[in-house]
T-cell receptor, first 113, second 115 residues
């Protein structure tokens, strides 16, 4: 099992550009989510999905879109990048209820100039 | 929504000493409390968790305690070693599935173990 994978590892964007952060898992997990990590701010939930075709907003959803067309993939789209979106982004997945372990991907470090 | 406060933000101990990190939560519906460790440049990884029907749980040098009445839980690391140096995050969740999936994280504690 590759677990949770993310691409790219690093990305530099200019203000106003759009891009998609990719996330995939091969553990047949129903639940997937995106977090951003900023210094001193912990891990903040952006969007999450409880299954294919179902997504919902987290704590900081503005400026981001998601979709879940398959169980395996959960891409995060930045519509018009802003410097405030400079952060490290983690995708995570878990099976079943919240009592199960949540597995994180390796992260994507995004810089918006 | 849930709010998780974590203290201290930084903690420095000598090798062999104990370390304690404390968290409080606001939502009385929360009943699942995991702790994650994140080494520098790496992803967060689960190290221990506790459910509300248990007051304490141990795994070798790591233990977690929960006081539901006071809405706080703590991570205890005994006989600290340099490899324990990392950022530790507490989290809380109502548990269950569906919309109760969401984990709310504290802001993290940077633990440094000095040799």
């Amino acid at each position: 099992n590759a677990g949770v994978t993310q691409t790219p590892k690093f990305q530099v964007l200019k203000t106003g550009q759009s891009m998609t952060l990719q996330c995939a898992q091969d553990m047949n997990h129903e639940y997937m989510s995106w977090y951003r990590q900023d210094p001193g701010m912990g891990l903040r939930l952006i969007h999450y999905s409880v299954g294919a075709g179902i997504t919902d907003q987290g704590e900081v959803p503005n400026g981001y879109n998601v979709s879940r067309s398959t169980t395996e993939d959960f891409p995060l789209r930045l519509l018009s990048a802003a410097p405030s979106q400079t952060s490290v982004y983690f995708c995570a997945s878990r099976k079943g209820t919240a009592y199960n372990e949540q597995f994180f991907g390796p992260g994507t470090r995004l810089t918006v100039l | 929504g849930e709010n998780v406060e974590q203290h201290p933000s930084t903690l420095s101990v000598q090798e062999g000493d104990s370390a304690v990190i404390k968290c409080t939560y606001s939502d009385s519906a929360s009943n699942y409390f995991p702790w994650y460790k994140q080494e520098l440049g790496k992803r967060p990884q689960l190290i221990i968790d506790i459910r509300s029907n248990v007051g304490e749980k141990k795994d070798q040098r790591i233990a977690v305690t929960l006081n539901k009445t006071a809405k706080h839980f703590s991570l205890h690391i005994t006989e600290t070693q340099p490899e324990d140096s990392a950022v530790y995050f507490c989290a809380a969740s109502p548990g269950g599935g569906g919309s109760n999936y969401k984990l709310t994280f504290g802001k993290g504690t940077l633990l440094t173990v000095n040799p």
